[in-house]
């Protein structure tokens, strides 16, 4: 009998898990997300600044309107855990799209687990955006020589949904 194993260039593993909160206007609201930011992932977040100006809405060009911090390796898991945590382990099947990434948001920052309430920052919600990745995908992004990553090792829809309820425990709605 021969047993069919999966190739381990196929294996998926968590890449990063990215936070970001959008205040939408520069001084003392972009220190306390990063703060809030700092607070949930133990990282030190950086200020977003405005890509374009914005007339209506009062944004420069260049003034940061928002914080986000990027985490990876072990203390992502431990981080996506406790949002899986905060979002009741469940996930909503729409919010993947099609080269394993996952997005979704959080409207209280305190519902985190390990989060407590602090008055001086308030209550924050977030988006969260969690990247997927399979051995070989580094060829999109090196500086030397990038190239497409084939159709047939790119993370699918399915695939994404599969690895999150597989190693997280949650229930995709």
């Known amino acids: 009998m021969s047993q069919i194993t999966e190739?381990?260039?196929?294996?998926?593993?968590?890449?990063?898990?990215?936070?970001?909160?959008?205040?939408?206007?520069?001084?003392?609201?972009?220190t306390i997300a990063r703060k809030a930011l700092d607070?949930?992932?133990?990282?030190?977040?950086?200020?977003?600044?405005?890509?374009?100006?914005?007339?209506?809405?009062?944004?420069?060009?260049?003034?940061?309107?928002?914080?986000?911090?990027?985490?990876?390796?072990?203390?992502?898991i431990e981080l996506a855990k406790r949002l899986f945590e905060a979002k009741g382990h469940k996930v909503n099947g729409k919010s993947f799209d099609n080269f394993g990434n996952y997005s979704f948001g959080i409207k209280e920052h305190i519902d985190i687990p390990g989060v407590k309430y602090d008055p001086q920052i308030?209550?924050?919600?977030?988006?969260?955006?969690?990247?997927?990745t399979r051995p070989g995908y580094g060829v999109r992004t090196r500086s030397k020589h990038k190239a497409r990553v084939g159709k047939k090792h790119v993370i699918k829809n399915q695939e994404a949904k599969d690895y999150l309820v597989k190693e997280f425990g949650v229930t995709i709605t």
Request: avoid cysteine.
């Open 7 to 30: 190739s381990p260039m196929k294996k998926i593993s968590l890449e990063k898990v990215v936070l970001n909160m959008g205040v939408g206007k520069s001084g003392d609201v972009i």
């Open 39 to 76: 607070q949930i992932s133990g990282k030190k977040s950086s200020a977003r600044n405005a890509k374009e100006t914005q007339r209506d809405w009062g944004v420069r060009k260049g003034e940061p309107i928002g914080a986000a911090v990027t985490v990876r390796g072990k203390d992502a």
């Open 122 to 132: 308030g209550i924050l919600g977030l988006g969260i955006s969690i990247t997927l």
